[in-house]
Structures are given as structure tokens and as C-alpha cells.
């Protein structure tokens, strides 16, 4: 039996993680369940799976919630706030975690299950793309076990050599393709980008996510985030990960090898396939996903990515390269642009000036070396960005 905390449990990966719990019940038990505001949602996970602790982001929710618990006869504490998330990281009774909570907001209570030494199922990308070099430490330093979930990550572990150490050419390993959509826009006549709304942009074609990550989808932005974590969890230089757009999301990523080999793993769009891949590592259990047809896909596509549709990409590449603070500040940057461009004050388009304004403006040379150097550099981000937004919109 494995105890689980899920950070991040109202979201589409702790939704998509609950049903895989569900069919596996006798294996897994939840023991903490995280949210920020979705009260209704997290009661109804409460009472079906009776964890001891849920956490909200909000003391009257939390107590709000406390309340509805009690008077159902639930058993479940109820706590809130930054620091509750960490403890439900760190208890010592919890195995594994589940790291799904979007944005800079994931970091602190991921990292502190790295320090806990704890098995980390890692959907929150930006832990690796804040603090790449802070987070590895942690894990290797207190033998914590990192398992990707992100469908691209996790498809290229499943490729990868079971005994891949780090070493592309000890593994004859000659690079990485991370698969993209192309999002909603991959065809769209440039022009008409000005003016695309919101919901246009958070309606995915293959995939079920948060507003958020659909925007990044969009501006193509998720894969430069994926670009640097993969360069992160697989010790891979920035010019041996290649993204290929492949519309039909079939393919999840490949491994390209020295012998002439490509291994891909392939499957239906479903985020429970690589959950239930990491969760029950290296066994393998049933995730409610049906088997795919190849015989229905018929076809695959693939094209090399237009960096004048999608210059999030290009900047992704650049941060990279320039290293120290620079991913941090992207990260950063791209979470004020996507929230404005959600709130109607600057256009799609204008996602990408705001990133590379805070780019221009903070210098990329500083090293991070602790939590509190990356929580400094994304506040100073975080500020240069709205300046240009408020700025621009004068």
C-alpha cells in the first residue's frame, strides 16, 4: 500500500491521478488532498476517499469546508495556506506526491517533498524551469525518486535505456524529439492572431487542460517550458532536443539513437496513461485508457515548428542557452502575460513582447542557489512584466 499526497487534486492531473486510485484502490490510499479554491470539488473527493488532511488556499474556504465535513461525518482536517502545503509534502507517512499545482505556486511544497525525499510524480513543469539546479540537488541529495508526467517526459523515460544515467553517449543516445500539437492556432492565417479571444485559445484540439496551459499551448510556450525541464531531467543540452509539431497527439516524444534507431512511445491523448505509469513504476496497472487503434489513426504527421507563429519557442531556446536567472524569468514573465491576455488587457500577440521585454530587461548572469534566489528572481520578473503591460497599454 502507497500513501499518496496530491498537490494540485481539483486540477485535470488530480482528477485524472483520483481515477486512477479508483480502480487501483487496494494498492493506493490518499492521504492528503490539495486545492486552492474549488471547494465544491474537493468535498466530493473528501467524502469518496476520506483522506486524513485537505488542504485549500483560502482560510474561509478552508473553514467553509471544515463545516460541510463535519456535518457529512467526515473525519478529514481541514488547514490552509502556503505552509499547510508543505506539511502535506513533507509527512512522514506519505510515500509519494503527486506535484500538480500549475505555475510558481507548485515550487515551494514540490521542492520540500524533494528535500523529504519523497517519490515525485512531477506535472508541475516549472519547478525544473524556476529552479532547475535547486530542485536536482535537492533530489539527489536526499534520495528522493523523480518520475515525469508530463505525457512528452514521461514517453521519452519509457524510450530511454532503463539503465540511462545521465550519459547521452555512454547510451548511444543522439538526441531528443519532444512532440507538439501546434494548438488550436497551428493553421491559422497570422494576421487574424491579433485578434483571437481567449476562448479561442483554450480550446484545445486534442486536449482537456486548465486555461493556462491551454494558452500555453497556444503560443506554443508549453513546449519551450518542456524544452528546459527535459534539459533538466535527462542532463540534455538545448541543441539535442528538437520539438516536431505531430497534430494527431499520438506519438508522445522520441529518442533518436546512434545506431540509427527513433523509439517512440505511442497511445491515446489520455493524461492517465503516463499517472498510472509513474504511480505504479515499474510495474504496470490498468488506467482506464483504451488501447490504441492504429488501424483508426490510419496516418501520422509531423513538421518542423514555425518559430514566426510561435517566437515563445524561440525565446524558451534562449533562456536556456543564456542560463542562470533566464528561465526563471520566462516562466515568470509568460505567467503575468497569459493571466492578462486571460483578463482582456493585451492582445495574444503581445504574450511574447512581454517575456522578451523582461528578458531584455533583467540580466540572465545571476546564480540561483536557493529557494529564496529563485522566489527574488521571479518577483523581479514578475514586476518588469507588468510594467511593460501597463506601459504598452498607456
Known sequence: MQNLTIL?????????????????????????????????????QCIEFQPRYAVLGDRALAAALAA?????????????????????AELPEVDVVMA?????????????????????????????????????????????TLLPIDSEHNA??????????????ESGVLGLFLTASGGPFRTMALADLDSVSPEQACAHPNWV?????????ATMMNKGLEI?????????????????IHPESVVHSLVQYADGSVIAELGNPDMRTPIAHALAYPRRIAAG?????????????????????????ALAYR????????????????????????????????????????????????????????????????EAAEQFIIAKAC
Open 8 to 44: 494540485g487534486s481539483t486540477g485535470s492531473i488530480g482528477v485524472n491521478t483520483l481515477d486512477v486510485v479508483r480502480r487501483h484502490r487496494q494498492s493506493y490510499r490518499i492521504v492528503a488532498l490539495c486545492a486552492h479554491r474549488q471547494v465544491e470539488r474537493l468535498f466530493e
Open 68 to 88: 460541510r465535513l463535519a456535518a457529512a461525518s467526515c473525519p478529514t482536517e481541514v488547514a490552509s495556506g502556503p505552509e499547510a502545503l508543505l506539511r502535506m
Open 100 to 144: 500538480a499545482i500549475v505555475g510558481a505556486a507548485g515550487l515551494p511544497p514540490t521542492l520540500a517533498a524533494a528535500v523529504a525525499g519523497k517519490k515525485i510524480l512531477l506535472a508541475n513543469k516549472e519547478a525544473l524551469v524556476m529552479a532547475g539546479a535547486v530542485f536536482m540537488r535537492a533530489v539527489h541529495q536526499n534520495g528522493a
Open 156 to 169: 521519452i523515460f519509457q524510450s530511454l535505456p532503463s539503465d540511462y544515467s545521465g550519459n547521452l553517449s
Open 209 to 217: 487542460m486548465g486555461q493556462k496551459i491551454s494558452v500555453d499551448s
Open 228 to 244: 528546459i525541464e527535459a534539459h533538466w531531467l535527462f542532463n540534455v543540452p538545448a541543441d539535442k532536443i528538437e520539438v516536431v
Open 289 to 313: 485508457v483504451e488501447p490504441l487503434d492504429l488501424f483508426q489513426v490510419a496516418s501520422l504527421h509531423f513538421e518542423r515548428p514555425d518559430l514566426e507563429r510561435f517566437p515563445c519557442l
Open 319 to 382: 533562456a536556456l542557452s543564456e542560463g542562470g536567472c533566464a528561465s526563471t524569468t520566462l516562466n515568470a514573465a509568460n505567467e503575468v502575460a497569459v493571466q492578462a491576455f486571460l483578463e482582456g488587457r493585451i492582445a495574444f500577440t503581445t504574450i511574447h513582447l512581454v517575456i522578451a521585454a523582461a528578458m531584455d530587461q533583467l540580466p540572465a548572469t545571476k546564480v540561483l542557489d536557493s529557494l529564496a534566489d529563485v522566489l527574488a528572481a521571479d518577483r523581479m520578473a514578475r
